[in-house]
């Protein structure tokens, strides 16, 4: 078949407009130019047509994620919502033991927004997505009126393999199982925070936004009896914890004086009158592994870009199944239980 | 020193709870008949449930959490008025982050937002007057609320709104003080309390010498607190000294933030600004008598309650709580908040019937979020 | 380094220029800087306390060591 070879395709404008949603000329030169140029999918036609050798293996098993990103400031310090939405979704294929292969990006976007946004969030997702070692290999656009949405909004898919003989699941966590993160808690959050802008604060903590397969690959192998890993995005650490007690009827127990936090956001809580547990983090998980492991787990852990600061928290228990408690730096004990709404600034 | 992590030292902490048990003893109180302090304010409700403070002290010792939340205090009428401002057009309503989710009898503020009033959450009133100067086509509201720990920003900027000439800046003034509920307990009969632990921030700015009516007059001890663990543990056990001692005096262990006299700027721009109003209601207490603040008439201005006809006095106002709700009884410490029969049932952080479950300083929301029965039970 | 933002000194500006509050520590509330932290305060407080403290271990530290003859 002859492809005639022709110019690559330009947009005209500096900002979107109801015509680039439209499915013209307009639109079909918005996508070649912002978006197709960038991820260079691996062909045109309306579905993305894949194959990979380790779906063929018995007893493998076919991850499907998806998520949706809206957030606000879409530019912030250490990222975008480009970066978090191929991170957010490769991280919740690492999660459960995939190995992440291919991301679709469908955008809605707002009339009114520039056009170097749009390239910028583009090559943000294209360099993560590179970082994390997955293609972006199918998506869509569309244009809404000025008002009806609010800048960009992305929702990513993301589909990956999980290999034979692994079943990482939250059900299996077991009492004396050891918690480990990967890095400190909360920057994410705090910088979302600070970039916002109604709280007039100022702080040089950027988002922890990275992907983390290759820190979960690093993990597997070297504790291969590993229970569960989840990403400790909205709701915090004390979500992820949780999630994991209500799931395996276990009670966790985690110690204050152990929790890895920045300086920086330990100030943002404490003028705001903040929880780190609860602030959003990117690129940080917990993981449990069996106590025999755990010394393994962390030093592989801690051998990855994404976890040099990779520490214990603390352990599951049989007492007090699905609850988390933690014992504050002065020995007492107080219950981390899930956020209720959003998290609001204290006055007192 | 950073003034924050040396006093929550951990060994210090076992120094002063092991005292706090032997004075505890030497006045003979247990679990069957325990000493009952209060402590006042609801950021030192907040300290003792997440550092587990009543779970470290011994049982004779028992903490009866005060009414100092201005957001749990708050009538839901008053809500109502707010909504209403915020509804009206070109408004732009700004409130501090834990006044947003106080139930109305209609709505609640971040229920108007979602209803589409521009509501915006602000950690200053400087940033809200900023907002005034940035938007000269709309009316700026700043929803104050707040004991004497937050009036004196309120005064100032108001008065640097006057400076200004900005008009298009207002306030909904709901300043509280902190003497009249106090001296409302107190007289109250069915109240057993032994001594207080008193409001650090609030005293920063008014002093010691406003609680002087409590040993002079009710011969109860008070200790002005900070609000780190070992702050409050050595208030604790300053007031335990004075019941064993048979002495009732107001102390200061705040002292490296709180001055004797309290702040004379924040004093002046107060009685600049402030007017007390003849009494002012406060959920679950009722009305208490020059209990509230208003804003004199020469700064009618930037009176909110004046620029949009609605307020204290004006218009019928629904006074009856929900039906069930008995934060009154929680705040006034008759009991304790899981004994309230909708804890956790009928009212919880997530569809709170009460302000004690809305504000994060609320005891039921601290009870609550930090475990208090339920951590009981687990460990 | 840290976390920044503009604060209202009004309250604790005495007869100085601005200058003189660099390096000072202050409480801050709701964007205004209400109190200085009397720093002789401070310090005789973690004093006492401290001393409880020290003086709680050398208690333990006795108990153990009585332990310790008895058993």
């Known amino acids: 078949m002859n492809q005639r070879l022709r110019p690559p395709r330009r947009v005209v404008a500096d900002r979107v407009t109801l015509a680039h949603g439209g499915g013209g000329k307009a639109m079909r030169d918005l996508i070649e130019d912002v978006f197709t140029s960038v991820f260079a999918p691996p062909g045109m036609e309306d579905q993305a047509r894949l194959m990979h050798p380790s779906l063929l293996e018995p007893g493998a098993q076919l991850a499907f994620t998806t998520d949706s990103f809206v957030v606000s400031p879409m530019e912030f310090p250490g990222g975008d919502i480009g970066t978090i939405a191929v991170c957010g979704t490769v991280n919740d294929l690492a999660v459960g033991g995939a190995r992440p292969l291919w991301l679709s990006a469908a955008f809605i976007i707002e009339e009114g927004v520039e056009i170097a946004t749009l390239r910028r969030i583009a090559r943000s997702m294209q360099t993560a997505a590179e970082a994390a070692g997955v293609r972006i290999v199918t998506g869509d656009t569309k244009v809404v009126g000025r008002g009806a949405g609010d800048g960009v909004f992305v929702t990513t898919s993301g589909v990956g393999v999980i290999p034979p003989g692994r079943d990482l699941l939250a059900g299996k966590v077991r009492p004396g199982d050891v918690a480990i993160v990967n890095g400190v808690l909360g920057d994410h959050g705090a910088a979302i925070l600070a970039a916002r802008g109604d709280m007039a604060l100022t702080t040089d903590v950027v988002s922890d936004c990275r992907p983390l397969n290759l820190l979960m690959e690093a993990v597997l192998a070297a504790a291969p009896d590993l229970r569960c890993a989840r990403d400790a995005t909205r709701g915090g650490l004390a979500s992820a914890l949780n999630e994991i007690t209500d799931a395996a009827g276990v009670g966790v127990v985690i110690a204050e004086a152990d929790l890895p936090l920045r300086p920086e956001v330990k100030g943002v809580c404490e003028i705001l009158g903040l929880d780190p547990l609860y602030l959003a983090n990117e690129g940080t998980l917990v993981l449990f592994v069996p106590p025999d492991q755990a010394a393994a787990a962390l030093a592989a852990m801690q051998g990855t870009a994404a976890g040099r600061a990779a520490c214990i928290i603390g352990q599951a228990t049989a007492s007090h199944p699905g609850t988390v408690v933690m014992k504050t730096v002065f020995g007492g004990g107080r219950i981390v239980d899930m956020l209720v709404g959003e998290q609001l600034p204290r006055i007192c | 020193m950073n003034y924050a992590d040396e006093f929550r030292d951990p060994v210090a902490a076992r120094g002063v709870l092991a005292a706090i048990a032997r004075v505890t003893d030497e006045i003979g109180a247990t679990r069957e008949k325990p000493v009952h302090i209060m402590e006042i304010c609801g950021g030192h409700t907040h300290a003792i449930f997440r550092y587990g403070l009543d779970k470290l002290t011994p049982p004779g010792l028992e903490f009866i959490h005060g009414p100092g939340c201005p957001v749990c205090v708050l009538p839901m009428s008053r809500i109502d008025e707010c909504v209403e401002i915020a509804e009206r057009p070109g408004v732009i309503m700004t409130t501090f982050g834990d006044a947003m989710r106080v139930p109305g009898h209609r709505k609640s503020l971040i229920q108007a937002k979602a209803d589409g009033a521009d509501i915006r959450m602000v950690y200053s009133p400087l940033d809200a007057l900023e907002l005034a100067r940035r938007h000269p086509d709309r009316e700026v509201v700043f929803f104050g609320l707040g004991f004497e720990t937050t009036t004196p920003s309120t005064a100032l900027t108001i008065l640097q709104a006057a400076a200004d000439g900005q008009t298009n800046f207002s306030v909904f003034c709901n300043h509280i003080t902190v003497p009249p509920p106090i001296k409302a307990l107190l007289d109250d009969p069915h109240m057993i309390l032994d001594g207080f632990v008193g409001p650090g921030h609030v005293s920063m700015v008014i002093g010691v010498r406003p609680y002087d009516f409590i040993a002079r007059d009710y011969g109860k001890p008070i200790v002005v607190a900070g609000f780190e663990p070992l702050d409050l543990l050595q208030s604790v056990l300053m007031v335990l000294e004075q019941i064993r001692d048979g002495r009732a005096e107001v102390e200061n262990q705040y002292s490296r933030v709180v001055p004797d006299d309290g702040n004379p700027v924040s004093i002046a721009a107060c009685a600049e600004v402030y007017a007390p109003r003849p009494s002012f209601e406060w959920r679950g207490l009722g009305e208490i008598d020059a209990s509230g603040l208003c804003i004199r008439p020469a700064y009618a201005a930037w009176d909110a309650e004046v620029k949009f006809g609605v307020g204290y006095g004006k218009g019928p106002r629904a006074v009856a709580e929900p039906d069930g709700c008995r934060c009154g009884d929680v705040m006034t410490g008759r009991i304790k908040p899981h004994a309230c029969p909708q804890f956790g049932t009928g009212c919880t952080p997530e569809m709170p019937l009460g302000a004690l479950m809305v504000s994060s300083e609320g005891a039921c929301a601290a009870y609550f979020q930090y475990g208090g029965l339920r951590l009981e039970e687990a460990l | ?71």
């Open chain 3, 1 to 71: 380094m840290g976390v920044r933002r503009q604060v209202n000194v009004a309250c604790i500006l005495k007869d100085e220029p601005i200058e003189a509050l660099i390096g000072t520590w202050s409480l801050i509330h709701v964007g205004f800087a209400m109190s200085r932290i009397n720093e002789e305060e401070a310090a005789l407080t973690l004093d006492i306390l401290r001393q409880l403290g020290e003086a709680q271990v050398e208690i333990e530290a006795m108990r153990a060591s009585e332990r310790m003859l008895a058993s």
